[in-house]
């Protein structure tokens, strides 16, 4: 009777490290299948408008449109992100992503001469919901509360000295986005809606029109311009599609949660998060579609300009200002000085030409949009049922001797 009562008071005694010894069997994760995570941080944006230093003054020289290098640093906003995982191995997961954030850019933050002349900016709320795949490449370590070592004088605990876990991640997702640009153009400095804008003429003209089938201007770029033209009425749509792509490390407190820093990319199939893709519209149809807040906020006609001689005839340029010199992107014009008249004959006119006149390039349609987020997350994982622990060791044998 006291043997019985003595082997009772040490099972009694012995059962926290029973409990944490289980914990390493390789099939516990089916008694924590469930986790969630809440999580803030920062994002940042790839697109058209905004970027980073020059080529000339950049680090990198050649790389620094590349990928990363261009990104503008002082535009970064804020994200915040909610997931649900499941568990399908003991390193393979299932996980449900909600993410809520901004994004931004603006041409007055790059050295790049071109785009600073642009002088565009927009801000995006992003709404994403996606689903993913999380591979755990190395496991974090829970730690072992009472140091347990085996009869080798080795610890039980995971073979993870710093005891951080790192994952990778992949998948599909879809986002909203709405951007809105600040008038920095004309100086007003009011908000803008910019989709019903249609700032490069979508769904104006037809994708027959003649507008889109001149390859001129574009700057050494071989695009046919027809192929991304909307047709009539219709514009782009404010839902796209994102691929996330990451990784991650994860921290544990205790055995039921942690902290995870994880930074994911999103490749997305628009290039119109920031409004901008193609070439400037003529202002003329522009203004008289949507206005003249339309006409300000494409940046037609606007910023820095080139000089060219040009022969008009006995009909001479058109006047400044006219509908037919802003279609043309003249913002003045003069005659030609003798020097020029002794080598290209009389008749020739100085013409002032804007470089953001209609028909120059405004983005690069083939480049398309994509957006990342780095966030700091707090997880907890849930025990499943009673019943979960007998199928995590389900086909776990072991044999015990024991002596009284």
């Known amino acids: 009777m006291k043997k019985l009562i003595y082997i009772l008071l040490l099972v009694f005694a012995l059962s926290p490290f029973l409990v944490e010894a289980q914990f390493y ?9 469930n986790e969630i995570s809440f999580g803030l941080g920062a994002s940042s944006c790839l697109t058209d408008v905004g970027g980073g230093k020059s080529i000339e003054d950049s680090f990198f020289k050649d790389y620094a449109r590349a990928f990363l290098f261009d990104i503008n640093t002082d535009q970064t906003q804020y994200a915040f992100s909610f997931s649900y995982k499941y568990f399908l191995k003991s390193k393979l997961a299932f996980r449900v992503n909600l993410a809520y954030a901004k994004v931004a850019g603006d041409d007055q933050s790059t050295t790049d001469p071109s785009r600073a002349n642009r002088n565009l900016n927009f801000q995006t709320t992003i709404i994403e919901g996606s689903t993913v795949l999380e591979w755990n490449i190395v496991t974090e370590k829970t730690g072992n509360r009472y140091n347990l070592k085996n009869k080798y004088n080795k610890s039980i605990g995971a073979r993870n000295p710093l005891g951080f876990g790192f994952y990778i991640f992949g998948g599909i997702g879809g986002f909203f986005f709405d951007p809105y640009g600040i008038d920095n153009i004309s100086g007003a400095m009011v908000k803008h809606q910019l989709r019903p804008m249609r700032t490069e003429g979508q769904g104006l003209l037809s994708p027959n029109d003649p507008f889109y089938s001149k390859l001129e201007n574009t700057g050494g770029l071989d ?18 599609v994102c691929v996330p792509v990451g990784f991650g490390f994860r921290k544990s407190f205790h055995s039921m949660a942690g902290i995870k820093l994880e930074a994911g990319f999103r490749f997305t199939n628009t290039d119109y998060i920031d409004d901008v893709s193609t070439r400037y519209f003529d202002p003329h149809l522009l203004e008289s579609y949507k206005g003249k807040d339309a006409v300000t906020m494409s ?3 606007s910023g820095n300009t080139y000089v060219a001689y040009v022969k008009y005839g006995d009909s001479g340029p058109p006047p400044v200002g006219s509908d037919e010199a802003l279609s043309a992107g003249i913002a003045d014009h003069s005659p030609a000085g003798p020097e020029i008249t002794s080598s290209m004959g009389e008749g020739v006119t100085k013409v002032y030409f804007w470089n ?21 997350s707090a997880y907890k994982k849930f025990k499943n049922t009673q019943k979960s622990f ?9 044999k015990i001797k024991a002596s009284f």
Do not use: H, W
């Open 25 to 33: 069997n390789r099939n516990i994760y089916r008694t924590q299948r």
């Open 223 to 240: 695009i046919d311009y027809s192929k991304y033209a909307f047709e009539l009425g219709k514009s782009y749509s404010s839902f796209a």
């Open 299 to 301: 940046g037609v006609n």
């Open 356 to 376: 953001t006149s209609p028909g120059q390039i405004r983005g690069n349609p083939k480049d398309l949009d994509s957006y990342m987020f780095l966030t700091l």
């Open 390 to 398: 007998k199928v995590a060791n389900s086909g776990f044998k072991r």
